[in-house]
């Protein structure tokens, strides 16, 4: 029987054990707006290709998101792990058996997580393709792996931008946008060339597949100019730019909402998504889980959904109650639902229970109140003006100058499932990351992944180890994956992952010149 090799779980930037070259460059885009490029090698180490078994994963949930997790697990137990080698072996396919541990999250278990089996080392992706067909002929699930992915050995490469932008220097302004209709997608790039940003990533979480919602809108709290415009998933990470981007903090947040017609009150759940429909999860009533669980999309039977004048499309349709409000709050309309948000009102939408309670409340000609609360953990109030802006994603990473990824709390992984989220968080990607440091500097950063020009990405635990070691106080994990994107003075200069290039996002960070 092969003999399991241990692997350490917690890797960073700078770890391993070979020696680490950095080439850096700097420029200054505008007084107090400096943008750092890195390329970070490990000139000594060796990667290949290989083929994993997969083996058979219980999950609650599904998803079909191109960024969300397997539904199969390349990490199992060790009686998995040794049957699997024993029928490899019998088959003439010598395997290695490779113990994986937890990564150094907050609150997740510590130690060994599982093991996986592997069948060889290849020069090339065809070798190792031709290799795994062999495999699976035999009646394994098999994955090709690019074992620069794995956090156990340095990245071979990690290409990385970082922004700086100093709040006491800069006379420009900073803000989140979706650029002005939240459904509707658009790269970061464009929406930067428009807004003659002098640097811009991509934002929060958001929804692509039309069973997940409608495609562009928020899966996470987003406030653009003051207003809200999508609720949280339960409480998770946000970046809260207050002040133009002279306040400037991240904080877990939650959101309620209430509409009042007379003395009668019903909860809110969402904003501007599909009523029934929650993305991310995380809100009272959704299943399977009112708990944030990320790429996971939960269902309500009896939801109340607000619609605002951002919202720029076609109206949910479907069994239900639409009423809609002009700018005063008077009902124009109580009917089926569909048609546009009226210009300058808003719409509630309602089924089940909230569709019975918006026909007996909401009447035509009468007034109807929204009342929206954002809180931090803590509970303390934010309020939200013009000049307001928040993006979300989840986790955070670092907290008071700590490494601190909370990882199962906002739904990343979970520690009964450990095939969920895996691949997501734990093995090197593409990421946008956001920090604040002491100096109350942003830090806005991208590290390219899946190979583009070389480059590997960070796993989340490696990316907390960056942002701290750039001296970040805080930070957070933004959208990654296919969504990394960064822009300067409109050009994109990362290399996204997806095949057909930059994709369209949601929401965006821009960083604004002064109007002079």
């Known amino acids: 029987m092969t003999a399991p090799v241990l692997l350490s779980g917690a890797g960073r ?34 990667h290949s290709w290989t083929v994993t078994v997969q083996a058979p994963s219980s999950t609650r949930w599904t998803a079909n998101d191109p960024d969300a997790p397997a539904t199969w697990a390349e990490v199992s137990t060790r009686a998995w792990a040794d049957d699997t080698s024993r029928k490899l072996t019998e088959a003439g396919f010598p395997p290695r058996v490779e113990g994986v541990r937890w990564p150094d999250y907050a609150d997740t278990p510590h130690g060994l997580m599982g093991y996986r089996v592997r069948v060889g080392r290849f020069a090339t992706q065809g070798e190792a393709r031709t290799a795994a067909s062999a495999v699976t002929a035999a009646g394994f699930r098999t994955t090709l792996s690019w074992t620069g992915y794995d956090v156990q050995e340095p990245a071979d490469q990690q290409n990385i931008h970082v922004a700086v932008i100093d709040p006491k220097v800069f006379d420009g302004s900073v803000e989140a946008t979706h650029g002005g209709n939240v459904a509707q997608r658009e790269t970061t790039s464009a929406l ?112 109340l959904v607000r619609f605002t004048a951002a919202f720029q499309a076609d109206l949910p349709t479907g069994p239900g109650v639409q009423v809609a409000l002009d700018a005063s709050g008077r009902v124009v309309s109580v009917g089926a639902r569909g048609g546009r948000v009226p210009e300058g009102g808003q719409v509630l939408q309602g089924i089940g229970r909230a569709a019975d309670w918006l026909t007996e409340h909401a009447e035509p ?152």
């Not at 307001?388 to 909370?406: C, E, F, N, Q, Y």
């Open 13 to 46: 930037v700078g770890s391993g054990h070979t020696a680490v070259t950095e080439q850096w460059t700097t420029r200054s885009l505008a007084p107090g707006v400096t943008l750092r490029t890195g390329v970070v090698r490990h000139p000594g180490v060796h």
């Open 192 to 303: 930067a060339r428009r807004l003659n940003s002098l640097v811009a990533v991509n934002g929060g979480f958001f929804v692509l597949s039309p069973g997940d919602g409608v495609p562009g809108t928020m899966s996470g709290i987003g406030a653009y100019q003051g207003e809200l415009e999508s609720m949280a998933v339960g409480s998770r990470s946000a970046l809260l730019i207050g002040d133009g981007g002279h306040d400037i903090r991240i904080a877990d947040l939650t959101s309620t909402a209430t509409v009042r017609a007379g003395s009668a009150t019903h909860p809110v759940e969402g904003v501007n998504r599909v009523p029934g429909t929650v993305r991310d999860c995380g809100r009272p009533g959704s299943t399977p889980s009112e708990l944030p669980w990320q790429d996971v999309t939960c269902r309500m039977a009896d939801d």
């Open 365 to 516: 000609h009468s007034r109807v109140k929204v009342g929206e609360v954002v809180r931090t953990t803590g509970g303390r109030r934010v309020t939200l003006d013009g000049d307001d802006s928040i993006v979300s994603a989840a986790p955070t990473l670092v907290k008071d100058g700590r490494i601190d990824i909370d990882a199962a709390a906002e739904g990343v992984v979970d520690p009964e499932y450990t095939s969920f989220g895996y691949a997501w968080a734990n093995v090197r990607q593409p990421r946008t990351l956001a920090g604040t440091d002491a100096r109350g500097r942003l830090l806005l950063v991208t590290v390219d992944g899946r190979l583009k020009n070389g480059s590997e990405g960070f796993t989340l635990h490696e990316a907390a180890a960056f942002m701290r070691s750039l001296g970040a106080v805080e930070a957070m994990n933004l959208d990654g994956g296919g969504s990394t994107a960064m822009a300067v003075n409109g050009t994109l200069v990362n290399q996204p992952s997806d095949a057909a290039g930059e994709r369209a996002v949601g929401d965006t960070v821009q960083v604004l010149p002064a109007e002079h």
